[in-house]
């Protein structure tokens, strides 16, 4: 399922979403960055490089659907962005059985 990556109110890309751990609420997609990201991506790499990814103790990141729900989860928000590679991964975990049945239907 399609998403826009906020920072706070900044939206700073588009994911779509698969489901990567049924049982646990995790959902993982490629991050389509925008220009925005780029303000934000020194600071996330860093994250990366100490602790292995950038979290929601980090920045206030936030998810929205494409049908304009707004994520909860109560495992957070992760991006994992490493200078070495193109790939910018972001994952949810934590969410409830139906945010991920919907987000399973739409595949």
Do not use: W
């Not at 495992?75 to 139906?98: H, Q």
């Amino acid at each position: 399922m399609k998403a826009t990556l906020y920072i706070d109110n900044c939206n700073i890309g588009d994911v779509i979403f698969s489901i990567i751990d049924e049982s646990m609420g995790g959902i993982g997609g490629n991050l389509i960055t925008n220009d925005n990201y780029k303000k934000y991506q020194p600071t996330i790499q860093q994250h990366f490089e100490k602790q292995g990814i950038s979290n929601i103790e980090n920045f206030n990141f936030r998810i929205v659907l494409s049908d304009n729900s707004e994520l909860k989860p109560h495992g957070g928000i992760g991006i994992t962005d490493s200078p070495y590679f193109d790939e910018i991964y972001v994952e949810s975990a934590g969410l409830d059985t139906e945010t991920i049945t919907k987000i399973k239907n739409s595949q």
